[in-house]
């Protein structure tokens, strides 16, 4: 493992641990990293628990060190998916998960998911990760959330708005994906939207039945 991966590895320790620190400082919303312990993490894991219901299948996508995936594990699913864009913490992920059933843990840079079926998912699952996406990459992965979802399934993505700035840490989306982007590259509907604040936004989408 080279020092970079090492880094982000322990940095991801941290974040299992509870420990926040300083380490959630650049981006300026400490309380997106303790998500047990902040209005905004209440908010998401009430949208969890609402639409990932137990004995669903689930996809998330950019897990990192874990800390949302622990709650999804919680919730007794028949079979959870981890996709991220690099393995760096895929060994911390594995004391997060322990016994769950995981089917798959996958690293996909390019946003294709060819190990999942068409309409194999009950939901999708990502936050703090498309925030980061560059145009191409983020229709790569809401092409194929459309097509991996079952008519009806849901997906809660966290989404750059095209106000947040680069020096966020988000890549702005352009105005023309804010409305009927997702449905349209994605057969996914907007539902409505969690509040979470800005910056960015955090919205529940269901696949046309």
């Given at each position: 493992?080279?020092?970079?991966?090492?880094?982000?590895?322990?940095?991801?320790?941290?974040?299992?641990?509870?420990?926040?620190?300083?380490?959630?400082?650049?981006?300026?919303?400490?309380?997106?990293?303790?998500?047990?312990?902040?209005?905004?993490?209440?908010?998401?894991?009430?949208?969890?628990?609402?639409?990932?219901?137990?004995?669903?299948?689930?996809?998330?996508?950019?897990?990192?060190?874990?800390?949302?995936?622990?709650?999804?594990?919680?919730?007794?699913?028949?079979?959870?998916?981890?996709?991220?864009?690099?393995?760096?913490?895929?060994?911390?992920?594995?004391?997060?998960?322990?016994?769950?059933?995981?089917?798959?843990?996958?690293?996909?840079?390019?946003?294709?998911?060819?190990?999942?079926?068409?309409?194999?998912?009950?939901?999708?699952?990502?936050?703090?990760?498309?925030?980061?996406?560059?145009?191409?990459?983020?229709?790569?992965?809401?092409?194929?959330?459309?097509?991996?979802?079952?008519?009806?399934?849901?997906?809660?993505?966290?989404?750059?708005?095209?106000?947040?700035?680069?020096?966020?840490?988000f890549v702005p989306v352009p105005i023309t994906e804010e409305v009927g982007?997702?449905?349209?590259?994605?057969?996914?509907?907007?539902?409505?939207?969690?509040?979470?604040?800005?910056?960015?936004?955090?919205?529940?989408?269901?696949?046309?039945?």
């Open positions: 493992m080279d020092s970079g991966a090492a880094q982000q590895v322990a940095m991801f320790e941290g974040w299992v641990r509870g420990e926040w620190g300083s380490q959630a400082e650049p981006y300026g919303v400490r309380e997106w990293f303790n998500p047990a312990g902040s209005a905004v993490g209440q908010e998401v894991l009430a949208a969890i628990e609402r639409h990932i219901q137990p004995g669903a299948a689930v996809l998330e996508i950019g897990p990192g060190g874990g800390r949302w995936t622990r709650f999804l594990v919680q919730r007794q699913l028949d079979s959870l998916y981890l996709i991220d864009g690099t393995d760096a913490g895929f060994g911390v992920l594995a004391q997060v998960i322990g016994r769950a059933p995981v089917c798959g843990m996958w690293v996909s840079p390019d946003g294709r998911i060819p190990w999942l079926q068409d309409e194999e998912l009950d939901a999708v699952f990502s936050f703090d990760t498309f925030v980061h996406f560059g145009a191409e990459l983020r229709q790569a992965y809401v092409a194929e959330i459309g097509r991996v979802l079952r008519p009806g399934g849901v997906a809660l993505l966290h989404w750059a708005r095209p106000t947040d700035t680069p020096g966020s840490g982007y997702y449905e349209t590259v994605g057969a996914l509907v907007e539902v409505y939207d969690v509040p979470i604040g800005p910056p960015a936004r955090f919205a529940v989408l269901r696949k046309a039945d």
